[in-house]
């Protein structure tokens, strides 16, 4: 697995942005007059070491800590690094790393998952951060990408971390543990903090303004939609790919389907027989 870290590089007055890889998951920085913040950590506790001796060089003021957006392994696992300070990350991260994909995962990348360490303070809906001269502000909007999504706001400059709530570089990740239904509505939460002058941070790619975020809220919104209305039809799985219109390529279509037709039944929602009218 080759990990590296690109350069910070300033995204707006003391705010900065790295690229990490294998994944290449966006790291932010941001830095008041009395300390810095880290948001999300890399794919292992050592690129998180890297992560934090690269955000110290740049920020020239004490590292106060470090959030992660979600609990996916690119942006979650380097925060053991960090754990001598103050660690933030929505409540349900610290179950997350009882997930059985979470040792699988931690063995691929080269290190013992005993090594990893959840957000030493957790929060549930939303927490202010003082960084002296800048105020920045925690806010979990509720499900989407995943359970435990959170959003970092720097209100003073019009920026916002949204995580892979949003992603430029490639369609949204809509895994297993998604929640295609309520995706949209933890979107909106963010969108009403956007204005014309707002720039947003996705989890990965560039930086994006409010149009693209309006726009990826429709398409997960279509892709929920056009499963419900599917399976309304009596479509099944095996037949919605070319049954539907989507929003986004075959490939990314084929992976989401299977979760989406698995929650619509959780709602009682499944395909059904349409029977032929006798005449």
């Not at 350069?7 to 990490?20: D, K, N, S, Y």
């Not at 740049?58 to 960090?82: E, M, N, Q, R, S």
């Not at 239904?181 to 560039?206: M, Y």
């Not at 309006?214 to 099944?236: D, M, N, P, W």
């Amino acid at each position: 697995m080759q990990f590296s870290l690109t350069p910070f590089e300033q995204l707006r007055p003391g705010i900065w942005r790295a690229v990490a890889q294998p994944a290449a998951v966006n790291i932010g920085l941001i830095v008041g007059s009395a300390g810095a913040l880290v948001v999300d950590t890399g794919s292992s506790p050592a690129q998180g070491a890297e992560i934090r001796v690269a955000a110290e060089a740049v920020a020239g003021v004490p590292l106060l800590g470090a959030v992660v957006t979600h609990g996916h392994f690119d942006h979650y696992y380097g925060l053991a690094a960090f754990d001598d300070l103050t660690t933030h990350g929505h409540e349900t991260l610290v179950a997350a790393l009882e997930a059985d994909q979470v040792a699988t995962e931690a063995a691929d990348l080269g290190f013992d998952v005993e090594l990893l360490k959840p957000p030493n303070r957790p929060m549930a809906l939303a927490r202010m951060i003082n960084l002296g001269d800048r105020y920045v502000e925690l806010v979990h909007f509720g499900r989407g990408h995943t359970a435990g999504d959170v959003v970092v706001i720097v209100p003073d400059a019009q920026l916002i971390f949204t995580g892979d709530l949003l992603e430029q570089a490639a369609p949204p990740a809509m895994g297993a543990d998604c929640y295609l239904k309520e995706w949209p509505a933890a979107l909106d939460g963010v969108l009403g903090l956007v204005s014309e002058d707002t720039v947003l941070l996705p989890g990965h790619g560039e930086p994006v303004d409010r149009v693209f975020a309006f726009t990826q809220r429709a398409e997960i919104s279509a892709v929920y939609g056009q499963v419900e209305h599917l399976i309304g039809q009596g479509v099944k799985l095996e037949d919605a790919l070319a049954a539907g219109d989507w929003p986004y390529d075959d490939e990314t279509i084929t992976a989401v389907l299977p979760t989406a037709y698995a929650q619509l039944a959780a709602e009682g929602k499944v395909p059904r027989t349409q029977l032929r009218l006798l005449k």
